[in-house]
């Protein structure tokens, strides 16, 4: 079982930045794909971007590409998504995602306001 725990949401006008932290009680942190994904009420929940492991490969959304930048800190067994040039259209909960061996953990997410 990995338990996974967002921080870093909360409200920012557009155009400036928030960096969301999400870290994962897992001894096998360097195993697991992790990623970060958003949810609008009433809409499905999208990807925003993922590292897979091993290789650290990033994956982007296209609507975030250039202003997002997911990153990993193994000795803290934290992810990180920093997102810069905020738009009133990022605002959405995010989710922290974990994934290995056909299993799948998400976090309870955290609210990003973005106001224009």
Known sequence: QVQLVESGGGLVQAGGS???????????????????FR??????????????TPGGIANYADS????????REYDKNTVYLQMDSLKHE?????????????????GQGTQVTVSS
Do not use: H
Not at 18 to 36: E, P, Q, T
């Open 39 to 52: 949810q609008i009420p009433g809409k499905q929940r999208e990807l925003v971007a993922t590292m897979s």
């Open 90 to 106: 990022d605002t959405a909960v995010y989710y922290c995602r974990a994934w290995r061996a056909g299993y799948e953990y998400w």
């Open 18 to 36: 928030l960096r969301l932290s999400c870290v994962a009680s897992s001894s096998i942190f360097n195993l697991l794909g992790m990623g970060w």
């Open 64 to 71: 975030v590409k250039g202003r997002f930048t997911i990153s």
